[in-house]
Structure formats: C-alpha cells, structure tokens
C-alpha cells in the first residue's frame, strides 16, 4: 500500500519558546529538502506560536499535546481544537498514555477529542497501548481493541481515514525498552486487521506509527516493518540531529 511514513516529535513539557524556537530552526535546517515523509511536531502550548514562526513555509507539521472536547468555554487550562486550528496547527495528540495515567483520560473521552479535533480541521493521532501488566496478564488485546473502537467510535468511515494511529506500549515509553519489531508489527498488524473490520478497505490507508524509545539505532529495523508505518518520537525528538536521523531512516 502506499502509505506515506510519518514522523512525529512529542516534545512533552519541555522547550520554552525560545528553545522550541532554536531546535525547530535547526530542524528546518536538517531537514532540507521535500522529503517522501510527514513530519510534525508536538511543542507544549506555550510554544506553539514561537515554532510555528520558525517553521513558516517549511515541510514540518505542528501540532498540539492535547484539545479539549469542547472549542471554548469554562475549561480552565484547557487548549481548543478550532483555536490551535486557527492559529496554525495541523495536528494534535489524543489519549497519550501520559494523559491516560495522569489526568485520567478515558476512551470516551478520547472519542470525545477526536471527533472535536477533525471538526475543528485538525488532524488527530489517536494513541493506544497496553501497561505491561496487562501484557503480562493477557489483556493486550482486549485492552487495544476498546482503546481502538471507542476512540473512534464516534466517527464515519470517512472519517476515520484521517485519523492516525500510534501504538505506543506504556512499558516503551521514556524507560529506553523498545518492542522487538516483530513484537510491534504483530501488534499493528492485529490493529490494522481491526480497521479494515470496522471501516471497510479503505482502511488499509490509515497509517499506525509505533512509539516508545525510538531512536536513530532502532528506528530503521521498527520502520522495515509492513504494517508500521512511522513513529511516534519523545525523548529522540528533543535534539534536531537525532529526531532528523530517524525522519532519514524513513526514508528508506
Ligand atoms: C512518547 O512520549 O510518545 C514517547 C514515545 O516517548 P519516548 O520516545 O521518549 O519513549
């Protein structure tokens, strides 16, 4: 299938403006050319605006950490979709397993934010994955498959096609343990199988990046994987050179 590759950079609650600034200039700069890969990244709020100035009329999405289901209101702290939209952003993160855990986001929320995000003209990458106690106790499946169909359950086929999906097992997450390949594209390949169930074939088009401890070693032998189709990038995305490496590998 022709899915193009898609690299995203989750900077969590880190970079102010003016380091956001600098490392997304630098980006700009590693990147060079139109490459053949989606590249965007997740700045904290507070410095959307400032990377959005650095990355004027450059091939690098931009996008937000979190949107609250509503466009405004009395939602102390929250970030809007139609703002982020109007300010610039193309992208945001919905049920990142930080937001999961901490803030105690659910699956209905999450199908909350992403139909509230594709309303507003954003487009969301939905993130599923399992703890490892589930893993150990046999509930990956399960647990994946109500993450997947609640999380977009409130969508049409239509719209689904511009969601993306990232599988990121928590246990991967910013500990520097990394799903095998062949353990990641098992997993894709069981999330992909129930895409195509439940929106039809044109489903096949929906790409599902995998996310936890991507790096430049690792990213070529995750990314050589059929059905893994990007990555979802945190620490590694942090400094220009290395978040650049793994757009290269990407790149075949
Ligand atoms: C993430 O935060 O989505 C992530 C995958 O982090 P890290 O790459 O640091 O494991």
């Not at 901490?102 to 954003?122: I, N, P, Q, R």
């Not at 609640?150 to 239509?158: E, F, I, N, T, Y």
Request: charged share 20%.
């Amino acid at each position: 299938m022709g899915r193009r590759p898609f690299i995203a950079g989750n900077w969590k609650l880190n970079l102010g403006p003016a380091e956001a600034r600098a490392v997304a200039s630098q980006l700009r700069d590693a990147l060079g050319d139109p490459s053949p890969v989606t590249v965007a990244v997740f700045p904290t709020a507070l410095s959307v605006s400032a990377v959005l100035q650095a990355l004027d009329g450059a091939e690098v999405g931009v996008g937000v950490q979190e949107i609250a289901s509503q466009p405004s209101g009395a939602l102390t702290g929250a970030n809007s979709a139609v703002m982020a939209r109007s300010m610039g952003c193309t992208y945001c993160l919905v049920g990142h397993s930080e937001r999961r855990q901490l803030w105690g986001e659910t699956d209905e929320a999450c199908a909350d934010k992403v139909l509230a995000a594709l309303s507003a003209g954003l487009l969301p990458i939905l993130c599923v994955g399992e703890t490892l106690d589930q893993r150990r106790a046999g509930q990956l499946e399960a647990v994946l498959m109500r993450q997947l169909e609640v999380g977009l359950s409130k969508l049409q086929p239509d719209q689904a096609l511009s969601v993306t999906l990232a599988y990121e097992p928590v246990w991967a997450i910013g500990t520097g343990e990394t799903a095998t390949p062949e353990q990641a594209q098992e997993v894709h390949a069981l999330l992909r199988g129930r895409l195509v169930e439940r929106f039809g074939p044109g489903a096949e088009e929906v790409r599902i990046q995998y996310g936890g401890s991507v790096k430049p070693a690792n990213a070529s032998e995750l990314l050589a994987c059929p059905d893994i189709d990007g990555a979802l990038v945190g620490g590694a995305s942090l400094k220009a050179d290395s978040f650049a490496a793994i757009v290269q590998a990407a790149q075949g």
